[in-house]
């Protein structure tokens, strides 16, 4: 079982439209949960990260960990054509290098 | 954010060629510098860990003779694609952390090696 499991997608959301995406991780030590947004041929930026089990929010976006049930979840408040892309959850950080889930392709239609 | 700048962005090569892609941290110093490699249509996969002044940190399943690691400096780091084929090609990322910074990973734009 991969570490962190992440459904590919596409998924595809009229514009203004809240969209949720997720991911489920098999190791229970993990810390820190992290949030990514890649655009085709360019290196992942970091939307958000969180390390406590909630709810973080950031803008239009809200990062939430549930630890008892190994799911972390983005969510995309008033979605916009400029958010599409391919959007990573991983886990781990500082000295360790990240473990990330096979992203998600997100589709915002005009 | 931080900056972290690679290259090429791109290289095409003949098979059994090396291939040296460099990331450079361009305004903090990076302490550990990380380098993942991506197929098409998958996930980030990370290849190895190189602190500065020390051996690279490889994953299991990755060839460190075929991939050499290069962390000579505070900023600077080199990934060298040795004798590639072109089961090789592939977009290769580096990523940096570094004093201040704990457990964010800045990354660099990737580059994209195609070999023949």
């Known amino acids: 079982q991969k570490e962190v499991e992440q459904d590919p997608g596409p998924l595809s959301v009229p514009e203004g439209a809240i969209v949720s995406l997720n991911c489920t991780y098999s190791?229970?030590?993990?810390?820190?949960f992290m949030w990514y947004r890649q655009y085709s041929r360019k290196g992942p930026e970091l939307l958000m990260y969180t390390y406590s089990s909630g709810n973080k929010e950031d803008g239009r976006f809200t990062a939430q960990v549930d630890k008892s049930s190994k799911y972390i979840s983005l969510f995309i408040r008033d979605s916009q054509p400029s958010d599409s892309a391919t959007y990573l959850c991983?886990?781990?950080?500082?000295?360790?290098?990240?473990?990330f889930g096979k992203g998600t392709h997100l589709i915002i239609q005009p | 954010g931080a900056v972290v700048s690679q290259h090429p962005s791109w290289v095409i090569c003949k098979s059994g060629t090396s291939v040296k892609i460099e990331c450079r941290s361009l305004d903090f110093q990076a302490t550990t510098m990380f380098w993942y490699r991506q197929f098409p249509k998958q996930s980030l996969m990370l290849m190895a860990t190189?602190?500065?002044?020390?051996?690279?940190?490889?994953e299991q399943g990755v060839e460190k003779d075929k991939f050499l690691i290069n962390h000579a400096s505070l900023t600077l780091s080199t990934l060298t694609v040795t004798s590639a084929h072109p089961e090789d090609s592939s977009f290769y990322i580096c990523?940096?952390?570094?004093?201040?910074?704990?457990?964010?990973?800045?990354f660099g734009p990737g580059t994209r090696l195609t070999v023949l």
């Open positions: 990523s940096a952390t570094g004093t201040g910074t704990f457990f964010e990973q800045f």
């Open positions: 190791n229970s030590a993990f810390q820190y």
């Open positions: 190189s602190n500065e002044g020390s051996k690279a940190t490889y």
């Open positions: 991983a886990r781990g950080g500082g000295a360790d290098g990240l473990t």
